[in-house]
């Protein structure tokens, strides 16, 4: 069916077409450190595209607006039960788009709108949706945040501080640019002290949670949401889990799970996204694989050594080094900015983003850090000696290109064809797991 689609995608619209191979080409050509990228098993890629896609169906399995939704409940029944099994939750949403949407539905369902927030601010590491300005979170509800100390990491003196003078009704433990583990029993303490609800955001690292190697948080937290498409190799979306508190009666007495199960439909979100929801059955099975251990071990080896090597060059970590598979560059005062080592990186082919560092003074658009993640590295079979080579390739770009100002730069055109020879070399002898390459290419 997929073999179909793709050989009359070629035939109707070999334009699409065109840039859809270019794009896996590029994929395999480039050396991917986004923390937040993962790489979609072909599997995983197939049953996102199947025809189930084409079900409209409202509500959940068994209880649905719409006839004709048979096969798609024990699809979703599937994915419930293969999302349970893989973070050892009592209760699990698939429908959510998105962790954003993800999120949005959990506050609306724990709290009134003007209720206060507690989340992580954004240049300390924070999402978007942990109360951003930015976002519908910050302006529906009373953003309040905590920050990192001195030593980068989380501040939790302060956060039982902030908690207890400003009495959220939610806390927000979870972060996009935070390389250290979080402590969610601490968090769930503060929680119940001052009688939130803790929302464990772990979008980051739900593939190291899946694999037994970072604290699970699904028992501690009255809540946790995660990403599908970071560690956990899925499709783009979100799931919701409840661990023991499930049952408990949340706002208005219903209990916490059918409460989430109500904000996500018809609270935030209409039909289902069935084939994105077989999507995630077939990663989550994955993730519960001997295979998919493996990596994640690969995955926390690789950003030690990359921290080690990168250490060793001169560069100053954020927190000294990692925990996780992630890796933050403070590149000020004297680095080039954020936005000048992505560019130059993305020259020489390795993706890195920039990203805001605590205290950073230059505009989000620009910043003074870049966040670096083993995730696609540890895929493509990469160990601990490849990093080294890694950060190498990393520290000449960064050393080489020479700033005009925060967003403009110089790079010798030789020097520069000479790291994407050795980009190459490597992307060449570690490529990335099960995709198709078009033909002629390798
Ligand atoms: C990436 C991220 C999200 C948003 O996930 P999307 O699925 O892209 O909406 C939410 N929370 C955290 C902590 C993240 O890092």
């Given at each position: 069916?997929?073999?179909?689609g793709?050989?009359r995608l070629?035939a109707e619209?070999p334009?699409l077409?065109g840039?859809?191979?270019?794009?896996?080409?590029?994929q395999?050509?480039?050396l991917s450190?986004?923390?937040?990228?993962?790489?979609?098993d072909a599997s995983?890629?197939a049953?996102?595209a199947?025809a189930l896609?084409?079900?409209?169906?409202?509500?959940y399995p068994?209880s649905?607006?719409?006839?004709g939704a048979?096969?798609f409940d024990?699809?979703?029944?599937?994915?419930?039960?293969?999302?349970?099994?893989a973070?050892?939750a009592s209760?699990a949403?698939?429908?959510?788009?998105s962790?954003?949407?993800?999120n949005?539905a959990?506050?609306?369902?724990?709290?009134?709108?003007?209720?206060v927030?507690l989340g992580l601010?954004?240049?300390?590491g924070?999402?978007l949706?942990h109360g951003?300005?930015?976002?519908v979170?910050?302006r529906w509800?009373?953003?309040?945040?905590?920050?990192?100390?001195d030593?980068?990491?989380?501040?939790?003196?302060?956060l039982?501080?902030a908690?207890r003078e400003?009495?959220?009704?939610?806390i927000v433990?979870?972060?996009?640019?935070?390389?250290r583990r979080?402590?969610?029993?601490?968090?769930r303490?503060i929680?119940d002290?001052?009688?939130?609800y803790l929302?464990?955001?772990?979008?980051h690292?739900?593939g190291l949670v899946?694999a037994g190697?970072?604290?699970?948080?699904?028992d501690?937290a009255h809540?946790?949401t995660t990403?599908?498409?970071?560690q956990?190799?899925?499709?783009r979306g979100g799931l919701i889990l409840?661990?023991r508190?499930?049952d408990r009666p949340?706002p208005?007495?219903?209990?916490?799970?059918?409460?989430?199960?109500r904000?996500?439909f018809?609270?935030?979100?209409?039909?289902?996204a069935?084939?994105?929801?077989?999507a995630?059955a077939r990663a989550l099975?994955?993730?519960?694989g001997?295979?998919?251990e493996?990596t994640?071990?690969?995955?926390l080896?690789?950003a030690?050594?990359?921290?080690?090597?990168?250490r060793?060059?001169?560069y100053?970590?954020?927190?000294g080094?990692?925990?996780t598979?992630m890796?933050m560059?403070?590149l000020?005062?004297?680095?080039?900015?954020?936005?000048?080592?992505e560019r130059a990186?993305?020259?020489?082919?390795i993706?890195a983003n920039r990203?805001?560092?605590?205290g950073?003074?230059?505009?989000?658009?620009?910043?003074?850090?870049?966040?670096l993640?083993?995730n696609?590295?540890?895929?493509r079979?990469?160990?601990?000696?490849?990093?080294?080579?890694?950060?190498g390739?990393l520290?000449r770009?960064?050393r080489?290109?020479?700033p005009?100002?925060?967003?403009?730069?110089?790079?010798?055109?030789?020097?520069?064809d000479?790291?994407?020879?050795e980009?190459?070399?490597?992307t060449r002898?570690?490529?990335?797991?099960g995709?198709?390459?078009p033909?002629?290419?390798?």
């Amino acid at each position: 069916m997929l073999s179909t689609g793709t050989t009359r995608l070629r035939a109707e619209d070999p334009e699409l077409a065109g840039l859809l191979e270019d794009e896996l080409t590029r994929q395999d050509e480039t050396l991917s450190l986004v923390a937040s990228a993962g790489v979609a098993d072909a599997s995983v890629l197939a049953a996102g595209a199947a025809a189930l896609s084409d079900v409209t169906a409202e509500g959940y399995p068994g209880s649905r607006f719409h006839p004709g939704a048979e096969g798609f409940d024990a699809v979703e029944r599937l994915a419930v039960a293969r999302a349970r099994a893989a973070f050892g939750a009592s209760h699990a949403n698939v429908q959510p788009h998105s962790c954003s949407a993800a999120n949005l539905a959990v506050l609306t369902a724990l709290l009134p709108v003007g209720g206060v927030l507690l989340g992580l601010r954004l240049d300390a590491g924070g999402h978007l949706t942990h109360g951003a300005p930015a976002s519908v979170t910050g302006r529906w509800f009373r953003p309040v945040s905590y920050g990192v100390g001195d030593d980068g990491r989380i501040d939790y003196a302060a956060l039982a501080r902030a908690a207890r003078e400003h009495r959220p009704g939610v806390i927000v433990a979870g972060a996009s640019a935070h390389p250290r583990r979080i402590d969610h029993v601490r968090f769930r303490e503060i929680a119940d002290e001052v009688g939130a609800y803790l929302l464990a955001d772990i979008s980051h690292v739900a593939g190291l949670v899946a694999a037994g190697l970072h604290p699970n948080p699904v028992d501690v937290a009255h809540v946790t949401t995660t990403s599908t498409y970071k560690q956990l190799d899925g499709p783009r979306g979100g799931l919701i889990l409840l661990g023991r508190d499930h049952d408990r009666p949340g706002p208005g007495g219903a209990s916490l799970a059918r409460l989430i199960d109500r904000a996500v439909f018809p609270g935030t979100q209409g039909t289902p996204a069935p084939a994105a929801i077989a999507a995630k059955a077939r990663a989550l099975d994955r993730a519960r694989g001997p295979e998919f251990e493996r990596t994640a071990r690969l995955v926390l080896d690789d950003a030690a050594a990359l921290a080690t090597a990168l250490r060793g060059l001169g560069y100053r970590l954020l927190t000294g080094g990692t925990e996780t598979h992630m890796v933050m560059l403070d590149l000020r005062p004297d680095g080039p900015s954020g936005l000048v080592a992505e560019r130059a990186l993305e020259e020489c082919g390795i993706l890195a983003n920039r990203n805001s560092v605590p205290g950073d003074t230059a505009p989000p658009t620009v910043t003074g850090g870049l966040r670096l993640g083993t995730n696609v590295l540890a895929r493509r079979g990469m160990g601990p000696a490849e990093m080294a080579r890694c950060a190498g390739l990393l520290d000449r770009v960064l050393r080489c290109a020479e700033p005009v100002d925060a967003t403009r730069y110089r790079l010798d055109p030789v020097v520069r064809d000479e790291i994407r020879a050795e980009v190459r070399e490597l992307t060449r002898s570690f490529p990335l797991p099960g995709r198709p390459v078009p033909e002629g290419v390798r």
